[in-house]
């Protein structure tokens, strides 16, 4: 045992003997916005991930349950090598360190093949019956974008009308909910910093992480958390191009432009709800910085008609010159 011991929380040694790991080498990961805590190991040349998910902040039993869906589905989720759901413990494959954000990074002229690659996937994962996971509904669409008059409006001194937005989120969202039955699985959180290209190229197998908040709703979900990315710049050309090839492979119904946009609207409503929290709250002040992105993708989805209830909503609401200038910047 070695690396970074100091850091490490109770536990971790003993779980490890018993998997058989207790000799490993061990290199902490920089943590993100939760309480997960994640760790690269190394035993005798064989790579593996810890991930820390503890109770009574993360339960680790979604995300075993959401792998072995998709593993049984032929996608690509890590291997689960040993786990201890009720102390937050779980042993896992590592899919090396390509992350699609940080491989585009290094190699620009590969950014549409590799996401070109992320929408195949989805389309992929469409094709299957829904999982076995609770429903994207109404009250949960709902809860989220509550966010947004929760914990934005109050930090930057805005007096909104809360019953209003709510009201005027489920007139657009009634026509949404009764088209997306069935629905698909939605990971939640399909974006460019949770896909592993497993063999360092847009050419290779995706892998999945970070999709225990798996629920059954729109195939449009994960397009927009793909596409309408909090934490990289995508362009609206590549935006453009990417929802046409999925539009050819999934030919979905004809109401699919208006639904990717209440849902974008909807998404980067939340998000700038949860990264005002992530401040106010959590003590993370650097999400801040992403918030002018994601409002820049709401203003465009608000234009669409099918969010005109929304749209007046924040002209009567939300400072004109906030939204224009700052891009509802906090700090």
């Known amino acids: 045992m070695s690396d970074g011991s100091e850091t490490l929380p109770d536990g971790l040694t003993a779980f490890l003997e018993k998997a058989g790991w207790g000799s490993a080498e061990i290199d902490p990961i920089p943590g993100d916005a939760s309480f997960r805590r994640y760790f690269r190991l190394n035993l005798n040349g064989k790579p593996a991930m810890l991930m820390h998910a503890p109770p009574p902040h993360e339960d680790p039993k979604p995300f075993l349950h959401v792998a072995d869906w998709l593993n049984s589905k032929g996608l690509r989720a890590p291997e689960i090598y040993a786990s201890e759901a009720g102390q937050g413990w779980v042993l896992l494959e590592d899919f090396g360190q390509d992350r699609m954000r940080d491989w585009i990074d290094e190699n620009p002229a590969g950014e549409v093949a590799a996401y070109e690659g992320a ?61 997306q039955q069935t629905g698909v699985t939605v990971l939640r959180d399909y974006h460019a910093e949770n896909i592993m290209l497993l063999e360092g190229s847009p050419d ?110 924040f002209t009567a609401n939300i400072p004109q010159q906030l939204r224009d200038a700052e891009g509802g910047k906090l700090l």
């Open 204 to 313: 290779s197998p995706q892998g999945l992480i970070d999709f225990q908040d798996a629920l059954v709703g729109h195939p449009a979900y994960d397009l927009v958390s793909l596409l309408q990315d909090a934490r990289r710049d995508v362009s609206e050309q590549l935006e453009a191009s990417m929802l046409a090839r999925y539009c050819a492979a999934a030919d979905p119904a004809e109401d699919f432009a208006a639904d990717y946009a209440v849902l974008g609207a909807q998404r980067n409503a939340k998000i700038v709800g949860i990264f005002t929290r992530l401040w106010k709250r959590d003590g993370k002040p650097r999400y801040l910085d992403m918030i002018p992105r994601v409002w820049r993708a709401m203003e465009r989805d608000l234009q669409h008609p099918a969010l005109a209830p929304v749209a007046s909503w």
């Open 119 to 179: 929408i195949d996937a989805l389309v992929e994962l469409h094709e299957h019956e829904a999982g076995p996971f609770p429903p994207y509904d109404m009250p949960a669409y709902l809860r989220e974008t509550a966010l947004f008059t929760e914990w934005y409006c109050p930090a930057a001194a805005l007096q909104v009308d809360a019953q209003g937005f709510e009201a005027a989120w489920r007139e657009v969202l009634i026509p949404l909910c009764d088209r």
